[in-house]
């Protein structure tokens, strides 16, 4: 417990004008000292009387401090207004609250409530010297108080001297006998300055004292985890279980010490008992779930007790769609894609959601089912009309289908929605791939250029853009300063270097285009029959032409048209 937690205890014992549990505001009635017969020297009385009624009775800490005022203005040595008005003002500005507190103490310097309260807003307002200072004189006027001990040790702590807080508590115990507030503190300092088998003596005689808290058993069972000494801990673990069989403390612990330990089957058999406890949050079970699954071979290795968890979430929460779609992404990873597509498709039945409908599109893509992804595209936009990306998807979907017009009026519909120029861009990028499909060329390029008027800097416009231009021998420059603008936005794309490079070798820069299609060849892992032709073309137009055999024959060997291969070869025969 390091600084400012250990200071969080301030807050203990404050004034009912400075607590959270204030009573409704409400409008106070409108009396004068005179009403009640106050004048000259009992004026402050009445006032430090209405000052208490206004923030006791009608919850109004603010107007409270404004009649302390008045309390002070009659009488400027009235110390309990001055004590009273920091107590309204601490928990909401302390340092407001402040001066008054100081004041208050210089009036009355015996009064150990006053000394208290200056305590707590020194340590509030990080004056931590003048806070140690006043908590010494405390423990020192009032040594059967033990909140001033845990103060002062706390300050110590702060201020980077654990042992002399140790120290300290040691000697309230002697003086006030074993407190388990006072006895905890000195067992996280004990840890925190690793004196292992001091702290296991404390946490022993904190259970002996007070044995029917699982906490105390669980921190000497980590006392114990932590030495090396694991029968010990383990015992201590299933004593603090035994106290409490439902603490997501004790198991969340437990879980964490059998992870550390490799102790697969007490790990998840704990895991399963965390997951049935109602006060451990559900997306607290899906992270941790979600953890295990990113781990391949644990989760190959434990299938079935992950198969428990995934269930046991499903029983629990059967209307959450979270859980839903962490279920399905389990049976995805077990191989089972279709009972996945069930579980999607029964949710949407019941339900609309747009996320529940992608992953439904995405799967039956995934199984290869266009007919099925354009009935639910169809569906989804019935619900979501307006969501450009779904337009998309249909749209994408209908050209597989070859099913152009329709495609270009989803794509249409899409740029009625498409919420920002990146967005549209895509789009235009789309319908520019989709013309030039059709050998449509000036239609395509014309959209490439709106896509790159709507975002210059949409990379795969530029490649494509770049790519056709260069194999079309048309504005080779043009396509020259795409070709490079698509490499800069997204380095190390082999196919975004393949079209950089051939725009190179259509302008007769070989040297160029070969170490850019190096770089683009050493990146591949598509194994691209493309890119080894293209590499063969430039390396024999810069007259190597056994080099140049080799990548046409990875080409031929990599699916290329081998009449075209022929070709090639007929050019170095004989050279």
């Keep these: 417990m390091r600084g400012k937690k250990a200071l969080c205890i301030i807050l203990t014992g404050m004034s009912v004008l400075s607590c ?5 505001k409400s409008a ?3 009396f004068t000292p005179q009403d009640a017969g106050y004048t000259g020297k009992l004026l402050p009385t009445f006032y430090y009387t209405e000052g208490m009624k206004r923030g006791m009775l009608y919850g109004d800490p603010e107007g409270a401090v404004k009649i302390f005022d008045k309390a002070i203005a009659a009488d400027s ?8 008005a920091a107590n309204a003002l601490i928990g909401t500005d302390p340092a407001r609250a402040l001066p008054y507190s100081q004041k208050a103490n210089r009036l009355d310097t015996a009064n150990l409530w006053y000394q208290s309260q200056l305590g707590r807003l020194m340590v509030i307002n990080k004056e931590f010297g003048k806070a140690q200072d006043i908590y010494e004189r405390l423990t020192r006027e009032a040594p059967r108080n033990p909140e001033n001990y845990r103060m002062l040790a706390a300050l110590y702590e702060q201020n980077g001297q654990p042992f002399t807080a140790i120290s300290l508590l040691d000697s309230a115990e002697n003086r006030l006998g074993r407190m388990e507030e006072l006895a905890g503190f000195k067992l996280q300092l004990l840890i925190q300055v690793k004196l292992y088998d001091k702290a296991i003596a404390e946490s022993k005689a904190l259970i002996r004292d007070f044995p029917y808290k699982e906490e105390n058993y669980l921190v000497l069972a980590e006392l114990y985890a932590a030495t090396g000494k694991d029968s010990l801990a383990r015992v201590c673990y299933d004593e603090a279980l035994a106290l409490n069989p439902t603490s997501a403390n004790v198991l969340g612990a437990m879980n964490d010490y059998y992870k ?5 089957i007490n790990f998840m058999a704990t895991a399963r008992q965390l997951f049935n406890l109602d006060d451990v949050p559900a997306e607290t079970k899906i992270a941790f779930f979600e953890e295990l699954i990113r781990d391949i071979p644990f989760y190959r290795d434990h299938y079935f007790q992950m198969n428990d968890l995934a269930s046991t979430l499903l029983i629990k929460y059967p209307k959450d769609y979270r859980v839903l779609k962490l279920y399905a992404n389990h049976l995805i990873a077990s191989g089972s894609t279709e009972e996945a597509l069930k579980l999607y498709k029964t949710f949407v039945a019941d339900s609309v959601s747009l996320d529940a409908y992608n992953n439904i599109l995405d799967i039956e893509a995934y199984l290869q089912r266009p007919d099925s992804v354009s009935k639910y595209a169809t569906e989804a936009l019935a619900h979501f009309p307006r969501n450009a990306e779904l337009h998309i998807r249909h749209g994408s979907i209908l050209a597989f289908l070859k099913r152009e017009r329709e495609a270009l009026d989803s794509y249409r519909n899409a740029l009625k929605y498409a919420g920002s120029d990146s967005l549209r861009s895509v789009v235009y990028g789309i319908m520019g791939d989709a013309f030039h499909q059709k050998n449509q060329t000036n239609k395509s390029y014309a959209y490439y250029e709106k896509a790159l008027r709507a975002d210059s800097s949409n990379a795969m416009v530029l490649n494509n853009y770049s790519y056709f231009l260069s194999t079309s021998d048309r504005e080779l420059e043009k396509a020259l300063k795409m070709g490079r603008r698509a490499t800069e936005l997204s380095p190390g794309n082999p196919t ?6 051939w725009a190179c070798y259509k302008l007769g820069q070989y040297a160029e285009a070969k170490k850019v299609m190096q770089q683009a060849i050493s990146l591949d892992r598509s194994n691209s029959a493309e890119l080894s032709l293209h590499y063969g073309d430039i390396l024999y137009r810069l007259n190597d032409y056994f080099m140049a055999s080799v990548y046409w024959k990875k080409a031929l060997e990599r699916g290329y048209d081998a009449e075209e291969i022929a070709e090639r070869f007929k050019l170095i025969k004989g050279k």
């Design 28 to 30: 106070s009635p409108r």
């Design 496 to 501: 975004y270097l393949d079209t950089y490079a």
């Design 77 to 84: 040595t009235h110390a309990p207004s001055y004590y009273e």
């Design 260 to 264: 550390k330990k490799g102790d697969d």
């Design 20 to 24: 959270g549990l204030r009573p409704q």
